[in-house]
């Protein structure tokens, strides 16, 4: 099939990307130059494993084009898939979704023969109806569907969960539209992935309601951490003997900072908008965001509890500083909130990702970026593991603290406390 995938970022790249290997052809468009200028070079302008081999095999064949020019892409393809960004309105917390009607506008104008107009980006239910409506303005109803068909790739895991998703969900009241939808993804549902079709308007929420729940269970296993913290309880017991309960399960049970990233923060907000615009009080989501908001404050304090209250001049070296292992995406990081925070109080902070420099950082005073682990941790008062990176597993800690014994606050539970001990550092952890 010829595809357009408009956004080219983590959602419209990837997607697009694994589509093309499918044997498809795709034309990832984005309105950002420097991006498509990038991926024509041959750069991969986001961090994602695997992502810049799979690239390079499919725009050498051919199937995968990168093109500034919307107008070319809608006018090849029998499918568009809008992957644009919807994030956080300032003024009113729901989703910004100017760039999907922005999008949806383009489109209307490029029609040519009949379209199937799909929202892959996370959009709050009726906003389908809303898509369909200013298209409609321009080209009748006859020329195109518009289907939703949410993403639910993590970044980091993000080829591995194109190709084995746990479902695929596709909502529209077009049979037709379904069908042609069910053959695109045909290669994988052969392979086993569940294809579920539902009413547009259901799978609208299905994306919101999968987020929530997940936020949710983050939220509350930091919460009974806490609580295990000052029962002399360790959280590691209770995670596993909670997530052995099969109608419960394990993943996203492990104590840990606040969620962040690019989704769980703005979704969460945007669907208690969305039930307040429906009249509708959702509000156990409410009070996971702000149980989250209570998490950023309550591991930064910790912070300065660990230096007894005294920041100014303490050297302290981040390891990770990204939301998440795999992935250089900062957005909703909790470092952002916790560097500034600390060189305010005096602190001197040092850090390490894998993923590189952050431009987040490049106007901050007292801050240094280290290409490896031994500089940033050298001479340090306090070393905080903020990301699971697999590079910071198995830390030679004798090692990286021979000029100076440094205390370690380990937000991802990483090392055991017993060893720790052992070994003679001062180590913190969460919920243990
Ligand atoms: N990042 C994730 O892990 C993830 C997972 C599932 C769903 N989503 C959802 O997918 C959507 C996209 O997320 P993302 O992380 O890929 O965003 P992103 O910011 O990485 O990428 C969006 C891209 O769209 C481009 N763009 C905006 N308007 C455009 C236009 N009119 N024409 C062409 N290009 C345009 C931007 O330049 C940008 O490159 C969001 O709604 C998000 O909630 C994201």
Known sequence: MKICMIGSGYVGLVSGTCFADLGNTVYCVDKDKKKIDML??????????GLKDLVAKNFIAGRLKFIN???????????????????????TN????????AAANEI???INKFKIIVTKSTVPVCTGDKIEQIISKKKSKKYFDVVSNPEFLR??????????PDRIVVGSDSKKSINKMYSLYAPLINKGAKFLATKRRSAEIIKYASNAFLATKISYINEIANLCEKTGVNIED??????LDQRIGSRFLRAGPAYGGSCFPKDTKAITVTGDIFKTDLSIIKSVIKSNEKRKILLTERVKKILSNKIKNKKIAFLGVTFKPNTDDMRQSLSLLMIPFLLKKGAKIRYYDPSGVKKEFSKLKNISYHDNIENACNGVDLVII?????????????????????????MRNLYSVELMKHKGFEYHSIGR
């Open 108 to 110: 209307s104008r490029n």
């Open 155 to 164: 970044e980091g895991e993000a080829i591995r969960d194109f190709r084995f």
């Open 69 to 91: 020019d919307l107008k070319i892409a809608v006018k090849k393809s029998d499918i568009i898939f809008i992957c644009v960004g919807t994030p956080t309105s300032k003024k």
């Open 238 to 243: 209770v995670s596993i003997g909670i997530g």
């Open 386 to 410: 903020h990301t699971e990176w697999e590079e910071f597993k198995a830390l030679d800690f004798k090692k990286l603290s021979k000029r100076k014994k440094f205390k370690i606050y380990d």
């Open 40 to 49: 024509n070079a041959g750069e991969i302008p986001i961090y994602e494993p």
């Open 94 to 101: 729901s989703a910004d979704l100017r760039f999907v009607f």
